[in-house]
């Protein structure tokens, strides 16, 4: 009865912490559209990240991967099915994650759990122009920008962050925020140098 009691308290008090939110624009040096980017917010001081209870899918269509850019929760898995009529195969080389799933036709779904934080690049040996990353986190707490780079990334607890945007293409930028309220803050962030 007394535990009971303490968890409900715990419920209520978790549904009257107020969230916040990070809105704006990633720019990128001289291009107005350059595909999209992924922004993150990691708690100060760092926060564990808590096992997701999700199964992500990464799709291999018209020769393509998709999501191109998939930002996930670290200890995260994701499916990788074939859905073209081609076979496939998915490979990376990347620190974070080394693996090669070998070659598959359509209708077979290969998995990998991404138990590393960092970026993984993912290959496919029979077409060299697919190419797709996955982004793994140490926080629950991310968005994609549109391909214009606006975002809004709500569900922030009031405290201190570190918000870092991630793209392909460019170095990887960092700032800190201070979320108090339940209302957007107004945050516009700007990728430098291409790598
Ligand atoms: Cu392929």
């Known amino acids: 009865m007394k535990f009971s009691l303490y968890l ?23 291009v107005a559209r350059h595909g999209i980017a992924v922004v ?7 926060e564990p990240v808590l096992p997701p209870g999700a199964l ?17 929760v670290m200890g995260t898995t994701v499916r ?39 970026e993984v690049v993912l290959l496919c040996n029979i077409h060299s122009e697919m190419s797709a990353y996955v982004l793994v986190l140490e926080t629950p707490y991310f968005t994609v920008t ?27 930028i960092s700032t800190q925020v201070e979320i108090t309220a339940e209302r957007d803050l107004p945050l516009g962030l700007k990728l430098m140098h291409s790598r």
């Open 56 to 72: 992500v899918i990464l799709d291999q269509v018209n020769l393509k991967f998709n999501p191109h850019v998939l930002p996930i």
């Open 80 to 118: 990788f099915p074939n859905s073209d009529e081609v076979r496939h195969n998915v490979f990376s080389f990347s620190p974070a994650k080394l693996f090669n799933l070998g070659i598959y036709r359509k209708g077979e779904t290969r998995q990998v759990t991404f138990d590393q934080p960092g």
């Open 8 to 30: 409900l308290i715990l419920i209520l008090s978790r549904i009257g912490v107020q969230a916040g939110a990070i809105k704006g624009k990633v720019n990128y040096p001289g």
């Open 40 to 46: 993150y917010a990691e708690r100060i001081p760092k």
């Open 146 to 172: 549109s391909e214009e780079g606006s975002y809004r990334l709500p569900g922030l607890p009031p405290g201190k962050y570190a918000v870092t945007v991630w793209h392909e293409r460019f170095e990887s």
